[in-house]
T-cell receptor, first 115, second 112 residues
Framework: GNSVTQMEGPVTLSEEAFLTINCTYT??????LFWYVQYPGEGLQLLLK?????DKGSNKGFEATYRKETTSFHLEKGSVQVSDSAVYFC??????????????FGKGTKLTVNP | NAGVTQTPKFQVLKTGQSMTLQCAQD?????MYWYRQDPGMGLRLIYY???????DKGEVPNGYNVSRLNKREFSLRLESAAPSQTSVYFC???????????FGQGTRLTVV
């Protein structure tokens, strides 16, 4: 089945630093790609998504571009804030029998931003 | 706007006890999921249901059973809890498997 690999953390940055969290995928066909964020003590919530090659998802200053040629969907932000401290998960859709799909997640990358 | 509601939020079980985690969504979603989250392991899929009336095993189904009671509800049952099942459990739902998933707040389960 489809799978994702994302960079292991933790990642520690100073406020206003540039952020990149790498995510690569293995898939048949063209899955939808997602980044989710989990703040302490909460469930996951969608940060951004892309559904086809060359699509750029963006939200709250975060961006990721669906790169078919490199099978990647790296998360970037130009200037992080303390409030961005969270765990970030890359995910993709994985086809299953019967024509449906399920969501598969990477292991997560913990980001800590210091003032 | 309730979204995805999980109960209970916290639970302590003794080894060998059974329990059911409840999950309900009010968004008319077709797909529902149960994940467990352990340190360093990310989110691992236990079971999922692509539509009402169907359930399938995920990555780590051993020791668990599920029921898709109707379109809204998807429960997870531990028949005989083991310490290895100590984890945080998340229920999620999505319209389909390639659309945004909405998560519950999680259930922190400790098996002693």
């Amino acid at each position: 089945g489809n799978s994702v690999t994302q960079m292991e953390g933790p990642v520690t940055l100073s406020e206003e630093a540039f952020l990149t969290i790498n995510c690569t995928y293995t898939a048949t066909g063209y899955p939808s790609l997602f980044w989710y964020v989990q703040y302490p003590g909460e469930g996951l919530q969608l940060l951004l998504k892309a559904t086809k090659a060359d699509d750029k998802g963006s939200n709250k200053g975060f961006e990721a571009t669906y790169r078919k040629e490199t099978t990647s969907f790296h998360l970037e932000k130009g200037s992080v804030q303390v409030s961005d401290s969270a765990v970030y998960f890359c995910a993709l859709s994985d086809p299953v029998e019967g024509g449906s799909e399920k969501l598969v997640f990477g292991k997560g990358t913990k980001l800590t931003v210091n003032p | 706007n309730a979204g995805v509601t999980q109960t209970p939020k916290f639970q302590v079980l003794k080894t060998g006890q059974s329990m059911t985690l409840q999950c309900a969504q009010d968004m008319n979603h077709n797909s529902m999921y149960w994940y467990r989250q352990d340190p360093g392991m990310g989110l691992r899929l236990i079971y999922y249901s692509a539509s009402e009336g169907t359930t399938d095993k995920g990555e780590v189904p051993n020791g668990y059973n599920v029921s898709r009671l109707n379109k809204r509800e998807f429960s997870l049952r531990l028949e005989s809890a083991a310490p290895s099942q100590t984890s945080v459990y998340f229920c999620a739902s999505s319209l389909t498997g390639n659309t945004e998933a909405f998560f519950g707040q999680g259930t922190r389960l400790t098996v002693v």
